[in-house]
């Protein structure tokens, strides 16, 4: 089992930038795919990115290329999500979280078995 505590949200203007984390305790971090999904009042959960164990592959959400990073660092236990040129509709709860599945061709949440609390993003007009 695998803990995912985020940070890194808070409350930005739009065209600025924030960089999210996903800190993980409990068993081996590299062994899990980690992904970033998203969730805006009223609205299903979607997925933002994904880093497979070793880091060398990663895929992203069509509406967010260009403007997303996903990276890892497995000696830190964590996953970080950069966004940048942030828009309100960016807005959102960013939830970080842990598949022991491995690589796929898509990403739903039911692939993930493990979550953390989310962190909240406003973006400002």
């Known amino acids: 089992q695998v803990q995912l505590v985020e940070s890194g949200g808070g409350l930005v203007q739009a065209g600025g930038s924030l960089r999210l984390s996903c800190a993980a305790s409990?068993?081996?971090?590299?062994?899990?795919?980690m992904g970033w999904f998203r969730q805006a009042p009223g609205k299903e959960r979607e997925f933002v990115a994904v880093i497979s164990q070793g880091g060398s592959i990663t895929k992203y959400a069509d509406s967010m290329k260009g403007r997303v990073t996903i990276s890892r660092d497995n000696a830190k236990n964590t996953v970080y999500l950069q966004v940048n040129s942030l828009k309100p509709e960016d807005t959102a709860v960013y939830y970080c979280a842990a598949s022991i599945r491995g690589w796929a061709t898509r990403f739903s949440p039911d692939r993930f078995a493990y979550w953390g609390q989310g962190t909240q993003v406003t973006v400002s007009s």
């Open positions: 409990g068993r081996t971090f590299s062994a899990y795919t």
